[in-house]
């Protein structure tokens, strides 16, 4: 939060840099993309993280700029798409139409990203390697989000669900760390240790999500019919023989409250968030482990591991028994 009030003007001023790369012919497109862009605000300012990876290598974290712009961008088109996929487009285009809204969101979230990484403000050398991450970025991003949305609840580990999560949110935060690493003019070694941190850093940011939609009444999860990685551990642990009770509940929980509520009653149970807290620790401890191998400024990677640790808390809970109640089998 720090970090990004100190560099939030510069971010601002690259912002708008960004929308004039479209050029004098585009005033539309410009407005509308700029639209979407002041309606699609985040709880969160992770548009750092570039900055702090390219100044854990060089000190420096100014050059990185215009890479969280790129964050911002990837991000409000993705987060869009994933609204419309929901049937949610419309509350989050601000005051645009769904189709005006459409077309920003391709605009914003593929071609403005690529002009910004290959402007004179990017080093001509990184224009290519900068590029490719993020095409590399949306085709990894969209298989995660089509195996989301495609998933076999039949089959449902938290195997599986990783693999997802790789995709549709570790896919976007490897872009960053490794375009930073490229920026920082690194080899194909580091550049990958760094995408790895991206992805593990994203999949523990997915948990955290999960975890606060249900902390926060959305429940939009339940009301998708999303297999989440909670859901998986409460599969495994509800064992054969109670496993179809559970995904039974997780088809009729979108238009069933009652269905809805005796769900989350088994995501919440005592051992389903033993497994859950399990997979956090694997994914802290290796993000951790990571920024171990990579060194580098102490003051910037330390950063880095309070910002793993602040996205890898357990917040979820057993409910507390009523007194006297019996308890409830499967």
Partial sequence: MDLHREMS???EAERKHALDLLGPSAASVRAAVAELLEHRTFAYPHSVLPLIV????TGAPGPAVPLAVVHELWWTSACFLDDLADGQAVLA?????????L???VIGGIPLPLLVVQSPRIPGEAHGPLSAEIVRCWIGATEGQLRDLRADVDTATREAVVTAYL?????????VTAMAARLAGLGDE?????????NVFGVLWQLFNDQQDILTGRNEDLANGTVT?????AVESAGREAAGHVLELHAAARRSPDAAAALTDLLLAPDALRRYEEGITVFRDRAHGLLHELGGDAGYSALLHDLVDRASPMLLRAPEPVSGAVPTQL
């Fill in 9 to 11: 003007a510069d971010i």
């Fill in 190 to 198: 580091r550049v990958e240790l760094w995408r790895e941190f991206g």
């Fill in 54 to 57: 390219h100044a854990v290598e």
């Fill in 93 to 101: 285009a601000g005051g645009l139409r769904e189709s005006e809204a």
């Fill in 229 to 233: 990685y909670l859901l998986a551990c």
């Fill in 167 to 175: 995709g549709k949110s570790g896919a976007p935060y490897s872009m």
């Fill in 103 to 105: 077309l920003a969101t």
